[in-house]
C-alpha cells in the first residue's frame, strides 16, 4: 500500500466543518472521500490533522491515506481536483514515508484569524475577515499576546467542559500584524484545544477595544474558568493556515 | 448644492456592470443610487469614473453627485453603507471641490488582470481570478507588455466596432507581476476603450502560453483590426484599482 499526504485548501463557507459525520456529506472530509472513493473504485477514509470548526477556512489543511494505484500523483491531483468543488481544492498531492500519518505526527500548527477594523466592509473577503468596524489598540494587544504565549493547561481558553486528556498546550507565539484595515492574528503551538484560537481572539480583541486589561489575559491559567476569557469569536475570522511535522 | 465624491468598492460578480441601465436594479450604481435616494428623501443620480462589464470588481471606483444636506459625511457613510448590499462598501465619502466630476476630471486609471496559473483552483480568490492552470512565460510578457505602452490607435484592441469619438489612448505602464501562482497585469493609462484591457490580458497570456511571439502584439497598432489582437479574456479576473484625478 502506498501511503499519501494530501494538502487541502478550502472555503469552508457552506461546509459543517472539516470531520465527516455519518452519512453527512456536507463536510469538507467527506467530500474528498467522495472524490478519492470514485478515483479508487473502492471506499477511501482519510486522516485529517484534526477538525476545522464549521465556517472555518484552510490554506492548508493536511490529510493522509493509504491506497494501491499505478496512477502519478500529478494525475491523481488533477482528477481529484476535477471532482471537487471549486470551494475545495488539493494544492498538494505527494508520497509520504510509510510511518506518516496526518493526525498523529503533527508536531504544530499556525491558524490566522483576521479582524476588519474598517466601517465599511471588505467586500472581497467577507467571508473570510470578521467585520468589527472598529479600532484595536495594537500596542495592547501586543503586550495581551506576550502573556499568552507559554506552555500551560488552556482549558480555560476552551469550550471544553471537561477532558480525560491533558489540556496542557505550548502556544509558542501570536502575531498582530496590521494590513491595512486588517489585523490578522496569527497563532502558532504544538497543538489548540477546541475554540481556543477563537476565545484567544476574542479575549485580544476585548483588551484592543480597552474592555480589559492587557494582564488580565493571564487570569484564565490561575482560575482554569472559561468565564474569565473572552467572548468566542465567530467561525468564519479563522483559517488554519499550516500544519506542521 | 455640495458637491460629493464617492470611492466604492464592488464584488462585480452578481452584477450586470457598474452603468444603470433604465428600470434593472441589478447594477452597482443602480444600488447606490437607491441608498442615496434613501438617505436623502429625493432621487439622487451620480456620475461614475466610467462603465465596468458585468462581473468585473473594483477596488476604488469613484463617482460623483451633488445633494443639499446638514448630515456630517462620516454620518452620510455609515447610512449608505448600512443601506447597501454586503457586496459594495463605500470605502471614503468626501467633500468635492465645486468642479469636480467623476467622469470629466478623470486623468488615469489603474486596472488589474489577476490570472492563477496552479492547476488547482484558488478557493478563496476564485471569484476573482481567471483560473488559467498552466504556466506563462513571464519574461516573454513582460517584452510584449513594453511595445503595448504606447500613445496609439487601440481599436484594434477593443470591441468597438466603429467610434466617432477618437480611438487614441495613452497606455503608461503595464507591469507583469508574480505573487506566487498568482500573474497579476497591472495596466494604467489615460483611459481605455471598451474591453481593451480584457484583450490586452488575453493577447499577452497567448505570448506567455508561446502561441504568438512578444512582437506580435504590436501588429493591431498598424492593421487597426481586432483579429490580430487576441482574444477578451473573462469579465471575473479584472478589477478597476484606482482612478486618477
Known sequence: MNNYRLTIAYDGSRYSGWQRQGNTENTVQGRIETALTEIFGHKIEINGSGRTDAGTHA?????????????PTEKLMDEVNRLLPGDIAVTAFDPAPERFHARLSVTGKTYAYRLWTAVYPNVFERKFVYHLGKPLNIAEMKRSAALLCREADFIGYSSLKKSKKSTVRTVRSIEVLELGPEVRLVFNGDGFLYNMVRIMAGTLVEVGLGKRSAESVAVPFETLDRADAGETLPAHGLTLVNVEY
Request: aromatic share 8%; hydrophobic share 45%; net charge negative.
Open 59 to 71: 490554506l492548508a489543511q493536511t490529510a493522509s491515506f493509504r491506497a494501491d494505484t499505478e496512477m
